[in-house]
């Protein structure tokens, strides 16, 4: 095994995205990430599951 390779998981994230956020969004998620104790990308991957709930089926 290469020593790069990170820890076998069963849900590998192979994708990436960068984004910019305003001043108040960015305290929203920083607010979020401390009051929860996660990382701004687990909160971005909560908020992305939330947007499933309001699509319209």
């Excluded at 984004?19 to 701004?40: A, F, G, H, P």
């Amino acid at each position: 095994m290469s020593p790069r390779t990170g820890r076998p998981t069963e849900n590998p994230k192979k994708h990436q995205i960068m984004v910019r956020l305003d001043e108040e969004t960015e305290q929203i998620v920083n607010d979020y990430c401390e009051q929860e104790n996660v990382t701004k990308a687990e909160a971005m991957r909560r908020g992305a599951r939330k947007l499933k709930d309001d699509m319209k089926k």
